[in-house]
């Protein structure tokens, strides 16, 4: 199992849509947890931070559900400029230092 | 600006040279990284520094080397034993867990 995993998509929905995406992690000492977002050929940025109690930053908002070992990315009224690809980083304990865990990331088309 | 700034953006190597990829931030992090992506997959750990003079490999340091001489720079040497160096490279530094990350490299081997 991979330690990080994510659904490849591609989501195709239409502009105004409501998408979700989920995203498990095995590790369950992992501790931070982020959404970055990455256009075609381009680096990738910061989206936001998971927070235990979830939180929210316009149309998007963030949730962890440690029990079940997963963070959620809901994106409403969705745009055109949201399309990208969408990955998912965990942050493990491990050795001498923490390990940041890329997911491999869910593409978002979203489509006039 | 703060930031992390990468170069080249494109560079093209012949096979069995060595090239170097710059890394410099501004950002006063202590730790720095080095990933690589290919395509459709996720990013991949080469080598990472905690602290100045210190680092350590990643999941695929083989065929890649490192320095850290400066807080600022981290720069990647991608030597001839890397049997397939062709992909996207990032660096990136680091904050309370939090990473950021430079504009990319992308090298191309002919």
């Known amino acids: 199992r991979k330690e990080v995993e994510q659904d490849p998509g591609p989501f195709n929905v239409p502009e105004g849509a409501t998408v979700a995406f989920n995203c498990t992690y095995s590790?369950?000492?992992?501790?931070?947890f982020f959404w970055y977002r990455q256009d075609c050929r381009k680096e990738p940025k910061l989206l936001m931070s998971?927070?235990?109690s979830g939180n929210e930053d316009g149309r998007f908002t963030a949730q962890l559900n440690r029990a079940s070992q997963y963070i959620s990315l809901l994106i409403r009224d969705s745009k055109l400029s949201d399309s990208a690809t969408y990955l998912c980083?965990?942050?493990?304990?491990?050795?001498?230092?923490?390990?940041?865990?890329f997911g491999t990331g869910t593409l978002l088309a979203v489509q006039p | 600006d703060g930031g992390i700034t990468q170069s080249p953006k494109y560079l093209f190597r012949k096979e069995g040279q060595n090239v170097t990829l710059s890394c410099e931030q501004n950002?006063?992090?202590?730790?720095m990284y080095w990933y690589r992506q290919d395509p459709g997959q996720g990013l991949r750990l080469i080598y990472y520094s905690q602290i100045v003079n210190d680092f350590q490999k990643g999941d695929i340091a083989e065929g890649y080397s490192v320095s850290r001489e400066k807080k600022e720079s981290f720069p990647l040497t991608v030597t001839s034993a890397q049997k397939n160096p062709t992909a996207f490279y990032l660096c990136?530094?680091?904050?309370?867990?939090?990473?950021?990350f430079g504009e990319g490299s992308w090298l191309t081997v002919v």
């Open positions: 590790n369950s000492a992992s501790q931070s």
């Open positions: 990136a530094s680091s904050w309370s867990y939090t990473i950021y």
């Open positions: 980083v965990v942050n493990t304990p491990g050795g001498a230092t923490n390990k940041l865990i």
């Open positions: 998971v927070y235990s």
């Open positions: 950002l006063n992090h202590d730790a």
